[in-house]
Nanobody, 124 residues
């Protein structure tokens, strides 16, 4: 299984970015997919997730209303709006979620397949 993220970059506060995630060797329609992020010195935190079988999505409180997770065919996107400096981090796509539920979606251990990450920097 090979998970690849793309779309990171630098943006000013209030700006927008969209990240994409593709996964070869796993069908994204059958298991949960999530976006996590990790800033230097901080723990990896769940940002958003999508449970395709239940058609549910989950968001961290810090990004709800600003970030949207969507899927088009074999690609999962994270659309980020009104970005803030606190959103700066390495963003990771995680696939094959075995517990993509209200209680499990934000646990890194729920996902066996991870990408290498893409950097997002929000600054003036």
């Amino acid at each position: 299984v090979h998970v690849v993220e793309a779309g990171g970059g630098s943006v000013q506060p209030g700006g927008s970015l969209s990240l994409s995630c593709t996964a070869s060797g796993v069908v994204l329609d059958w298991a949960g997919v999530a976006w996590f992020r990790q800033a230097p010195g901080k723990e990896r935190e769940g940002v958003a997730a999508r449970n395709p079988s239940l058609r549910w999505t989950y968001y961290a409180d810090s990004v709800r209303g600003r970030f949207t997770i969507t899927q088009a065919r074999d690609t999962v996107y994270l659309h980020m709006y009104n970005l803030k400096p606190d959103d700066s981090a390495m963003y990771y796509c995680a696939a094959g979620g075995t517990d993509c539920t209200d209680s499990g979606w934000s646990r890194p251990t729920s996902y066996p397949h991870w990408g290498q990450g893409t950097q997002v920097t929000v600054s003036t």
